[in-house]
């Protein structure tokens, strides 16, 4: 359905709400002739520097977790929490977004950038007594959490504010998943950099591990993480406008819903539930090592290509959705069929495990931003920095849990396979259902012509 065939909203909801200061004619509000920056791209790229370090820092330790155990004494669950820490920094969203809808992209990234800096600097922290040094370094990886609800929601705040209208899905795809690339870099840097308790030397028939050594080698990777933050922070610190001189559309110049109605607005739609149900499916199992790190790759490289073309050719985000979530079905069940060799008797082999796994992290991951951009769409006027704080706040309440239950309770995890091929289709049939309404590119093609 097309931005000209939704019946969703009503004549007034596409009304422009531009602000007093626009310029009038007889009462009658006059669109707003938009206009690009050079800059954004710098915005854009400090910015996604930010997510991308943020991502790295949060995926420092899983890489390396048996080095990290030899050297501070981790145990398997210290690890386990480590991560969990991610989820948990997204508890105090309300705040986040609320500070991104009242204070705009400068005082939001400023404030995540030196939450960033303090997390980092907790970590390096030279104690002797090592069980003080590890609380400091999950208080650490926690700071680093409650940076993530800006850095990952304000994505298509950034694109609508400093983009015009057919360039906004590909800064929407750029900003919201180069902080996946840094934690699938994590998987490279870690090892690379830190030796492994195996790579030490055997003498007789005894291992000997060098603690220090390999603490140390870990210590240089936090320290170069800290110094990048604090550049970076420096950097926003000195330049980061919150937004562009002139807008660059009729849409990123209109008025708003207040907070309290947008969040009233978010909760009480039909459509907005049925999307933030979709959105909860982006959790898979399978994301460690190579697998998780070609996963991440290909779903951020094929996920900027195909915002790209969701820009070229507008008003076609569900059948991307379409397209995407049926090769993430058609891969998760090839996955799980394969698992069960005994059964359907089909080949399992390296390659096929590993081409089904990452196949279904690609199509997974490359629809995060279309599902981004529909969901605006579909809630607009809801401002864009309250619209994706609501989903990545429930999505990662459901990750959270999930890494809760799998660390505590559960020991058997056969049954994750049918729980992604499930997801995965019912996915595609919620999508199907959908009907999609495209408001905010009607008042960018329409209105401003």
Known sequence: MG????????????????????????????PVNGRVYARRWVVLALFSALGFLQGLVWNTWGPIQNSAKHAYGFSSTDIAVLVIWGPVGFFPWLLFVWLMDKKGLRA???????????????RIIPLTDLQLRRWLIHGGQLL???????????????STT?????????????????????????????PLAVPAPNDTQTVSTTTHWDPEHIRHRIEIVLYAELGAIVLLFAAVLLYFPSRPPIPPSVAAASQRLSYRSSICRLMSAYRTT?????????????????IGFWSIV?????????????????G?????????????????????LTCLTRLTHLPSTKATLYTSCILVGIFINSSIPIFFELFIETVYPVPEGITCGVVTFLSNLFTGLLLFFLTFYFTELSWLNWCLTGSCLFSLLLVLLFRESYDRLYLDVFVSV
Request: glycine share 10%; with cysteine; aromatic share 8%.
């Open 162 to 190: 400093w983009f015009a209208p057919d360039q906004r899905a590909t800064a929407t795809a750029v900003a919201s998943l180069v902080g996946y690339l840094g934690a699938a870099c994590s998987f490279l840097a870690g």
């Open 144 to 158: 680093n959490g409650l940076a993530g609800p800006t850095l990952m929601s304000a994505g298509p705040l950034l």
């Open 274 to 290: 049925v999307l933030i149900i979709l959105i909860f499916n982006h959790i898979s199992s399978v994301d460690a090592g190579w």
């Open 316 to 336: 076609m985000l569900k059948l991307l959705l379409v397209l995407m979530l049926a090769g993430a079905s058609l891969a998760a069940t090839w996955f799980t």
């Open 3 to 30: 931005a000209a065939e939704s019946t969703e909203s009503t004549e007034g909801e596409r009304e422009p709400l531009l602000g007093p200061n626009q310029p009038q004619t007889n009462g009658i509000v006059q």
């Open 298 to 314: 290909g779903g951020c490289v094929v996920g900027v290509a195909m915002a790209r073309f969701a820009d070229f050719i507008r």
């Open 108 to 122: 939001s990234l400023l404030l995540a950038a030196f939450l960033m800096v303090l997390g980092a600097a907790l």
